[in-house]
Every structure is written in C-alpha cells, then in structure tokens.
C-alpha cells in the first residue's frame, strides 16, 4: 500500500461530536487530519501567496450552488464597482449540495480552470484537499484568524493546513408559526407531538446531504453516533439512532410530516412553509429573511434553537461555506481579492442583513444595528460555536450516502429504522474498508 493511501487512512473522524484521531499500524506520525497535526495526506499542495492579491488584474469565476437570495450578486455588483482590477463574475451550479460537489469535481478532474473559486461545504475539506485540488490559504487565513468563529475556522482545517477562507455559516433553525404555538416544545417529541395536533413539519427529507443532516441532528440529539471512536468502524446502527429514526418515520407514515417531505430540499420545504400549510420547519437561517417577504406567513414566524431529545440532549449540526481557490485557476491573486471582499465585514453584515445568511466573523453579531434586527443572533452565534461536525473524512461523500439512502428507505416505509441502519452500518464498512 502506498505511503499516501496509508496516510488517508488515518484521517480522523469526528462522530457525535468526539474528536476521534485513528492511525494505527506502520504511521505512528499520522496525526487527525481535521486538526492541527499533519498527516502528510496533502504533501507538496500549492500554497497561496498572499502578496499577489495586491497587483492583481483580470476576470475571476467564482463557481457555487445557487444564489437564493441574490445575495452574492449583489457583493459581486458592489465588487465590480469598485474597479480594482478585478472583475468578478457568478456560476452558480444546483441547489443540492451533492450535486454542487459533482459539479465542482468535475471541473477539478478535468484540470478546468473555469472556477477560480469555489463555494465549498464544509464537508468537502478533507476530500478536496486530498485530492490535491485546493490552494493551501493557511498564509492568507493566518492574517484574518482572530476575526472568526472558531468552529468556522476548523472546518476549513485539514491536515494541519487551511484550505478555505470561511464564509458563510449555518446551523439548523426550528420555524414555528407564532400564532398557533404559544408555548414552545422543549423536546423534539413534544415538537412532534404539537406537529401532529397542528399543521405538521417540514425539513428536508429528499435523499441527499440535507437528509444526513436532518438525520444527525436527531441522532447526536438521542445520544448516537457515526463512527467508532478509532474512526475505523461504523457505529450507525444502535440503538439510540434507531429511536431518533423511528421518531421521523412514525412521522412521516402518520402524516405529521409533509406529504412531499421525502422529496423536499431546502427550497421546497421553505416554499412549502411559506405558503401557510405547516406549522414547524427545520430549515438553515437563510429561510428567515425570505420568509419575512412571503405574504402568508409574514409576521407570523419566529425560529428557536433545537430542543433536546427526550432522554438525550440538545445538538446541531454545523454547516456552512468556505471559499477555496482552486489550483488549475488562471488568477489566484484575483481570487484571493474578491475572497478578502466576500469575507470582509461590510460584506458579511450586508449578506446576514438582507438575506440572513450567517457571518463567520463574531463580532458582526455583536453589531447594534444586526441586534436590533436579529433578536436571534447571539443565540445563532451560540448554536453555530456549539453545533456538531458531521465526520471528517476524504471518504465522506460514501459516508453520508449510506447515512441518507437507508434513512430515506426507513422514511418512505421501504424497510423499517432498525433494518435501514443495520444496511447503512455495513455499507459505512464497506467503504471504510476500502482504505
Ligand atoms: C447547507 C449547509 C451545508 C449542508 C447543506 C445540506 O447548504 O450550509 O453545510 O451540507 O445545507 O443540504
């Protein structure tokens, strides 16, 4: 096995929340990967020079999912208009999170330069750095460290380097409608149970990224995990994730849920709430700002953090976007121009200002006039430095469909929670064993 393979090998994962390091055998030097230490996966990686930003001239493609509140647009406009040199412009791929990534990776196999930068989900750190397809900005992030949420920062943190600049974050949001529920659940069966006697939930239920993180949310909640602490073995199927799941089938299967939610992403479970027709959503942050314009539900929403799970605890995922540079791109010192723009503070305040999408920097919660705004915000601020990784690893995306086919399976009445995760524990095996 080459030296590289074993390296990958031991990655670290991150499973309900533990911080689990696993290299064994011939590497005694491997180290966790999503960490400080290096684990040498991503020898010899380009390395940004940070000075080139200064000079820089010439057009930049910053490639992401769709702009659904226009926000980015909009900093591209205000980018533009400053005439620096640089011009920007947008290619924006799918909504769906697995299909961004298909999209970027692509482009990546190809050696294409079409996307200076990219807008990657947290999840792809490991995988994209590994693959040896990101400028390691660890020089350029070292100046602008102190301004950001911790957590944000680990996220683009891999193999002892930082491959992204922070961007935007999220943690999940309970929506509930302010005139039916006047005294908020404190337990995620109680939100059920409310659901059942009112107009239902909504999240995201379709099989892809979204569902794992439905899912996880839940599960860490009830006390589960993915992975077992070496970070070798799943440990999806116990019993804890089998009750978290039971939770959202009985859910589905009695319609307390939407009738559509085993199809639904983001965007069709916000236009779906926004139409009047459920009484709690779990959705990202971003839904607030566009749901204060949707006429039926205008006035009459507010969001609260997760409550915990009966017999558990309280727990979120984290998830979010960090701007990479890639390295086929023509112009990495444009890229990292328009990344200081994006990442800046005047920036980040207008993006959570007009379209609640959430700062990596912390004191823009601070800010009075974002105060005023968001009775939330210091409470997002607290779910997003407190809120879970899902597992770190180059292996993620096998991870995470194992994680949402079988629980999509399980919602859809197709095999019941305990055969689902008993599959998605063997093929999580399958594709570990594969290092
Ligand atoms: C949001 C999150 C991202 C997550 C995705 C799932 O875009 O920021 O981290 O993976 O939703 O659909």
């Not at 350029?140 to 891999?158: G, K, Q, S």
Request: hydrophobic fraction near 35%.
């Amino acid at each position: 096995m080459s030296k590289r393979l074993v390296l990958l090998m031991c990655v670290a994962v991150l499973g309900g929340g533990g911080f689990l390091a696993a290299c064994g055998g011939d590497d005694d030097e491997g180290g966790t990967g999503a960490g400080g230490e290096s684990t040498g996966a991503t020898e010899g990686a380009k390395t940004i020079d940070v000075g080139a930003m200064d000079n820089a001239k010439g057009n930049v493609t910053i490639c992401m999912g769709k702009d659904t509140g226009g926000d980015v647009t909009a900093a591209i406009k205000a980018f533009n208009a400053q005439k620096n040199g640089v011009t920007a412009k947008i290619l924006e791929f799918s909504t769906s999170a697995d299909e961004q990534r298909q999209q970027f990776v692509q482009r990546q196999e190809a050696k294409s330069g079409e996307c200076d930068v990219f807008s990657a989900d947290v999840i792809w750190t490991a995988e994209f750095a590994s693959q040896k397809w990101l400028y390691d900005l660890t020089p350029y992030v070292d100046t602008r460290r102190d301004e950001l949420i911790e957590a944000t920062l680990e996220t683009a943190t891999f193999d002892g380097k930082v491959w992204g600049m922070p961007q935007q974050t999220d943690a999940g949001f309970l929506y509930f409608r302010t005139d039916q529920v006047q005294d908020k659940p404190t337990t995620w069966q109680q939100v059920y149970e409310d659901a059942k006697a009112k107009d239902g939930i909504v999240y995201q239920g379709a099989p892809y990224e979204g569902l794992t993180v439905n899912f996880l949310e839940m599960a860490y909640a009830a006390g589960g995990k993915v992975l077992s602490d070496d970070g070798k073995k799943s440990e999806i199927n116990s019993a804890e994730n089998v009750e978290a799941l039971k939770l959202m089938a009985d859910a589905v299967k009695d319609g307390t849920a939407a009738r559509g939610v085993t199809t639904y992403m983001e965007e069709e479970s916000r236009r779906y709430f926004e139409s009047g027709r459920a009484t709690y959503m779990r959705n990202w942050p971003y839904a607030y700002a566009l749901g204060s314009k949707a006429a039926a539900v205008k006035g009459k929403f507010d969001v609260m953090p997760y409550p915990e799970f009966e017999g558990g605890t309280k727990a979120g995922i984290l998830g979010g976007h960090n701007q990479v540079v890639s390295v086929f791109s023509k112009n990495p010192g444009g890229a990292l121009k328009w990344i200081s723009y994006i990442t800046g503070e005047e920036n980040q305040k207008n993006q959570f200002m007009n379209a609640s999408q959430s700062p990596t920097l912390k004191a823009i919660y601070d800010d009075p006039e974002v105060q005023k705004k968001y009775a939330f915000a210091t409470d997002l601020r607290d779910a997003i430095s407190q809120a879970k990784s899902r597992p770190v690893s180059p292996l993620y995306p096998q991870v995470s469909q194992a994680i949402y086919e079988n629980v999509h399976d399980a919602l859809t009445g197709k095999v019941t929670p305990e055969k689902a995760l008993e599959t998605a524990q063997s093929e999580m095996d399958k594709a570990l064993a594969t290092f």
